[in-house]
């Protein structure tokens, strides 16, 4: 059954807590880089310039941190050369242009994403120029940083994986076929014994959507033997319960789960 909103704090333990006395496993997925030789071509330009570590970005890696290498390298020729300019920036028509200043709704969202970056933008009396100008550099944005988050993300699933290794049952691997014939892993999903360790590191968290990129391996899952109790797809706020009777519903709603339905299994 589907669960209508975020489960946090307190009613996140207690899910978890229950689900510990059911399940003996747990399974947890790992995506893998579509484009990783572009990321570590800009990766490396910004460490050899930075002449620092990977290790130095990781332990610094926070919000202010990612606004101040994108402010540092917005306009780095080596990052966005000629190629990534006639492929990737374009002026939008006026058409879209209008339509967008009509639309307050997507504007908020551009500006409360901006704004997490440090930037204070407000669309109310941006000329068609201006905003031309600020799609390219928002675009430019998502290159540095989501080049950087997937460092980070790299970083953090494989030491996850390394230490939880002997946990490890089975890795299942899910392969994506490029247009061009291509074959390449997408995602691994790693499945797990339950031991108390893994108990302690799963209670630590504040919510099932925490287990989601750049910062943990993703979408935590529970069996019992090969029945899935629980599956989630933390990137989308998706969390799916299977309730094998009426009480064990009534008890999780007394958990202040709210369900979207009800579907006992």
Not at 162 to 174: A, L, S, W
Not at 206 to 223: G, K, T
Request: hydrophobic share 30%; proline share 0%; charged share 30%.
């Amino acid at each position: 059954m589907l669960v209508k909103k975020q489960i946090v704090g307190t009613a996140y333990k207690q899910l978890v807590n229950y689900e510990f006395k059911e399940c003996d496993i747990i399974a947890v997925t790992k995506y893998f880089d579509q484009h990783e030789g572009y990321t570590k071509k800009i990766i490396d330009i910004i460490l050899s310039k930075e002449n620092c570590s990977i290790d130095y970005i990781i332990n610094n890696y926070s919000t202010e941190y990612l606004s101040e290498l994108f402010n540092k390298y917005r306009d780095d020729d080596n990052i966005f050369n000629d190629d990534y300019k006639n492929r990737y920036e374009h002026k939008m028509n006026y058409e879209s242009y209008n339509e967008f200043k009509k639309d307050s709704r997507a504007q908020k969202v551009f500006e409360a994403e901006s704004k997490k970056s440090g930037l204070n933008v407000s669309f109310e009396n941006m000329y068609y120029e201006e905003c031309c100008e600020f799609f390219n550099y928002y675009y430019r944005k998502n290159v540095i940083i989501g080049c950087i988050n997937q460092l980070v993300y790299d970083y953090i699933t494989n030491e996850w994986l390394e230490k939880y290794k002997n946990n490890i049952i089975h890795k299942e691997d899910f392969i994506l076929e490029t247009t061009n014939g291509k074959k390449m892993i997408e995602r691994s999903k790693y499945y797990l014994h339950l031991t108390e360790n893994l108990k302690q590191e799963i209670l630590s968290k504040n919510s099932i959507y925490d287990w989601c990129f750049p910062l943990s391996i993703e979408n935590i899952e529970f069996y019992k033997k090969e029945n899935c109790r629980l599956l989630s797809v933390a990137h989308e706020n998706i969390l799916d319960i299977f309730c094998e009777n009426e009480e064990e519903y009534e008890f999780l709603e007394s958990l202040g789960i709210k369900f979207e339905d009800k579907d006992i299994y």
